[in-house]
Nanobody
Framework: QVQLVESGGGLVQAGGSLRLSCAASGMIFSIDVMNWYRQTPGKQRELVATIDSSGTADYADFVKGRFTISRDDAKKTMYLQMNSLKPEDTAVYYC???????????????WGQGTQVTVSS
């Protein structure tokens, strides 16, 4: 059983910072691409940032220069450092990862349960 658990969300004023974490657990053989998504009520979930197994990162235009994605493979954990937060960054943030478990040796995408980020003006 593979699980992804996000943490680090909360309430912050505009211009402030938060650091989200996504910890993977279970019988994991390997983790390839890891992603952060976000969703607000009534809108589709949107990709925020992605990082592959070599550490190459990519960002949505609306967070470039403000957010930094990283990963620690020894800890099976991904991070999202969010700086210069804006009210429009308010959303539930989800982690998503391409994981190969020991159980069947095939990769699957898993989702975390989400963590709320609220940015006040």
């Amino acid at each position: 059983q593979v699980q992804l658990v996000e943490s680090g969300g909360g309430l912050v004023q505009a211009g402030g910072s938060l650091r989200l974490s996504c910890a993977a657990s279970g019988m994991i053989f390997s983790i390839d691409v890891m992603n952060w998504y976000r969703q607000t009520p009534g809108k589709q979930r949107e990709l925020v940032a992605t990082i592959d197994s070599s550490g190459t990162a990519d960002y949505a235009d609306f967070v470039k220069g403000r957010f930094t994605i990283s990963r620690d493979d020894a800890k099976k954990t991904m991070y999202l450092q969010m700086n210069s937060l804006k009210p429009e960054d308010t959303a539930v943030y989800y982690c998503n990862a391409d994981v190969t478990p020991y159980t069947d040796g095939r990769s699957h995408y898993y989702w975390g349960q989400g963590t709320q980020v609220t940015v006040s003006s």
